[in-house]
């Protein structure tokens, strides 16, 4: 009976993760991936581009936000029929019902899919960033002279930047989930006025600078001060999560601040594992 009811279990759970992969398959298709990992590459070049500080060269470009990888993954589920698509309060209502309301109900798809796809993801991103650098070398009118610095630009380097990047929002959620929920909840809820308030600092921005999670706040804030901070901008780190956070408690009740931050941890957990230089992450970093 015992064996019995191990293989009734193993069937099961075997059953199951087919039947989400499954479903998978309309969550992305592999021509999804290749768009979205080209379009993020595309974002995170985006504005600055190679440049990390004012006007000064850097031979590696700027890393990946989480703001920026939701706004690319919108666009890489357009379906090309002419529609425009946009994010914020232009976000389709195919995207907005469709996508979105299946990772809320399911979110088990995200941890199949970053599995699933999660090396051709960071194939295309790589392959387009490489792109993008020599699109600029052959094609812009100072490309030969931006060449010597460009071509310094390393794999490596690259992906461990992107890995502090993600070190970080990790610590931010750790020390949010340290909070009880009435401040947590307080925080997320009150998001617009706790992080721009003219010349005075609020009491989320000071708890993040106490707690190291930021370099600076807002009304001291230069560019560039912090190379692994975007900086207040709803794209970047920390305003991306922080919004995301509120935006999904708000659209869907069930999902707490405190729940969604856990998912989001445990997903970033995930996907590290499958980044170039991760422990089943594939070597895109030769050079």
Not at 33 to 53: C, E, F, H, N, P
Not at 72 to 87: K, L, R, V
Not at 104 to 110: C, D, E, G, R
Not at 154 to 163: G, L, N, V
Request: charged letters at 20%.
């Amino acid at each position: 009976m015992k064996k019995l009811k191990m293989t009734l279990l193993t069937v099961g759970v075997l059953g199951c993760f087919g039947f989400t992969t499954l479903l998978v398959a309309d969550f992305y298709t592999q021509k999804k991936i290749d768009t979205l990992g080209v379009m993020a590459a595309g974002k995170a070049v985006s504005g600055s581009g190679w440049y990390k500080r004012g006007d000064q060269m850097s031979s590696q470009p700027n890393n990946l936000y989480l703001g920026q990888l939701l706004y690319a993954n919108i666009y890489s589920h357009n379906p090309g029929d002419g529609t425009w698509w946009g994010a914020g309060n232009s976000t389709s209502d195919v995207y907005k019902n469709g996508w979105r309301t299946m990772i809320v109900n399911k979110p088990s798809l995200a941890y199949v899919a970053v599995k699933q796809y999660g090396p051709s993801f960071f194939t295309a991103f790589d392959n387009s960033l490489m792109e993008t650098k020599n699109t600029i070398i052959t094609q812009w009118k100072d490309g030969a002279e931006r060449a010597p610095v460009l071509n310094k630009f390393s794999r490596s380097q690259y992906w461990k930047d992107q890995r502090i990047i993600m070190g970080r929002y990790d610590r931010l959620i750790n020390a949010l989930l340290k909070l009880n929920d009435a401040k947590l909840n307080q925080f997320v809820a009150d998001m617009d006025s706790q992080l721009w308030k003219g010349n005075e600092s609020t009491e989320l921005q000071r708890w993040l600078l106490n707690n190291q999670l930021i370099g600076a706040i807002p009304q001291e804030y230069k560019w560039g001060d912090d190379p692994y901070m975007g900086g207040w901008s709803l794209s970047w780190y920390p305003v991306d999560i922080l919004f995301l956070a509120r935006r999904v408690s708000r659209d869907f009740p069930q999902w707490t601040p405190r729940k969604f931050l856990m998912e989001a941890k445990w997903f970033g957990e995930e996907a590290r594992k499958y980044m170039p230089g991760g422990a089943s992450g594939q070597d895109l970093m030769k050079k």
